[in-house]
């Protein structure tokens, strides 16, 4: 079955947007699995930028877009993420755009506990996107959430509210907070039920039968491996499961139905937001790579740090998610580096490892072990075939493979969609 599987194996942000576009227009149908609207993708299509967060890329193609059971949706961003896109053009109605019953809703106070928490939180900051994703996720494992499918039986919701009501409650009164205004919170849901219900079916039957009829389905990715709850750098991850297993889960189509794993890879390291970061670069490099690659996030517009490339965090990705090949992008940033650094390994004490050893006080510790590989005088912007790119940029690749223990199956040489060197057909797998 010709399906595939984005997802991001780093910090998130490695240019899943545009990968996503590009294979988009030969998929059937796009899948979002995880995650919220703390994901920013960012597509180029001709004169156009479309930033997206919540909504799958395939929306902006009018391929048929799913948000599955996975993903913590915040109705309210839903509706002004649609009504920011019909004003760019995109078509968007329930035809083509599909929200699954049971998706676990961001409500107001989750944005709120969410920024309450990170103030509190001194030097244990996570440096989250404060949109409410992680109390939204506790929610919904603590049985307490109120679910897409609920906004169709509000006057049943009784029962549930207080449970919710009474947790939050008591979590709110220790933040010296006002207790959660029920009637208020009724009203709130609904006044946006009535946008929101009509985009709403069973995604896992929807995604079934897509494959029935031999279907191409695509499952994008929000953030990145590294970011994953239980395979990221905990605590400063996000609340989600992002490896490519959870495309499965998140969305009800089963293991089977992953196909080929891509796993997106940017040519050096970045990370916003708190916690380990080995190959981090607080000098000129770091400076030069933000400049040069406009590391700024499309969510919060903050900073990002910036390093070299650390094969041994990749190769860790590759194998949790068991990437099939990967899709290296913003390759046009190392231009004109006289020497390039990859990290093989770390150090932390008198120990060497070739994985980055779980534990956050280790993680903290571990000095990147480097070797040097030279770097190229000419651009590799915009290449489209290996025959565009300086023989040293192709060694860098070849380096980068070897050491990752995966193949490259595509390089993005700019934001542009066709600025692309393919190598392997993801989709003809
Ligand atoms: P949260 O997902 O808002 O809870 O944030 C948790 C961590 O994940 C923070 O370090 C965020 O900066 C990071 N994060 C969340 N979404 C993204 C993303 O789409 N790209 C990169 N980092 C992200």
Redesign the pocket.
């Known amino acids: 079955m010709a399906n595939v599987t984005v997802i991001?194996a780093q910090?998130?942000?490695e240019g899943k947007g545009k990968i996503v576009d590009w294979l988009s227009e030969r998929a059937d149908v796009v899948a979002r699995f995880q995650?919220g609207h703390?994901?920013?993708h960012t597509l180029v299509v001709g004169d156009n930028v479309y930033k997206l967060s919540l909504l799958p890329s395939g929306i902006v193609r009018g391929t048929l877009s799913v948000i599955g059971n996975g993903v913590v949706l915040d109705p309210w961003h839903f509706r002004d993420e649609v009504a920011k896109l019909k004003g760019q053009g995109v078509m968007i109605n329930p035809g083509n755009l599909q929200i699954a019953e049971t998706c676990p809703l961001i409500l107001p106070f989750h944005r709120d506990l969410?920024g309450l928490r990170e103030d509190a939180s001194g030097a244990g900051k996570?440096?989250?996107?404060?949109?409410g994703?992680?109390p939204a996720y506790e929610d919904k494992v603590g049985r307490r959430a109120i679910r897409v499918c609920d906004l169709a039986h509000l006057d049943d919701l009784g029962p549930q509210l207080d449970r919710l009501t009474a947790h939050h409650d008591a979590l709110r009164a220790g933040f010296g907070e006002a207790p959660i205004d029920r009637e208020a919170l009724m009203a709130e849901l609904r006044d946006i039920a009535g946008f929101i219900l009509p985009f709403v079916q069973p995604v896992w039957l929807t995604l079934n039968k897509a494959k029935a009829e031999g279907k191409r389905i695509l499952f994008e990715g929000?953030?990145?491996t590294l970011?994953d709850i239980d395979h990221g750098t905990y605590p400063?991850?996000?609340?989600s499961n992002t490896v490519a297993g959870t495309a499965a889960s998140g969305t009800g189509l089963g293991p089977s139905g992953a196909g080929f794993v891509l796993g997106i890879v940017k040519a050096y390291t970045t990370?916003?937001?708190?916690?380990p970061f080995p190959t981090e670069q607080e000098n000129n490099v770091g400076q030069r790579l933000g400049e040069r690659g406009h590391e700024f996030?499309?969510?919060?517009g903050?900073k990002r740090r910036c390093g070299w490339f650390d094969a041994v965090l990749v190769r860790q990705s590759v194998a949790v998610s068991g990437v099939t090949g990967i899709a290296l992008t913003k390759l046009d940033v190392l231009d004109g580096f006289e020497t390039l650094k990859i990290c093989t390994g770390y150090r932390i004490g008198d120990q060497t490892f070739d994985y980055l050893p779980a534990h956050a006080q280790d993680q903290a510790k571990a000095e990147a072990i480097y070797e040097d590989i030279e770097g190229w005088q000419d651009t590799t912007a915009g290449a489209r075939s290996w025959a565009d790119l300086p023989a040293q940029a192709i060694k860098y690749i070849r380096r980068i493979e070897e050491l990752i223990g995966c193949p490259v199956t595509l390089v993005s040489t700019s934001p542009e969609r066709d600025d692309t060197i393919l190598v392997r057909d993801p989709f003809a797998d």
């Not at 400063?236 to 609340?239: D, E, L, N």
């Not at 990370?271 to 916690?275: A, F, K, N, W």
């Open positions: 991001g910090w998130g942000d995650g703390n994901a920013g969410d996570i440096g989250t996107t404060r949109r994703i992680g929000a953030q990145g970011l400063f991850v996000t609340s990370r916003v937001g708190s916690g996030g499309t969510v919060t903050r």
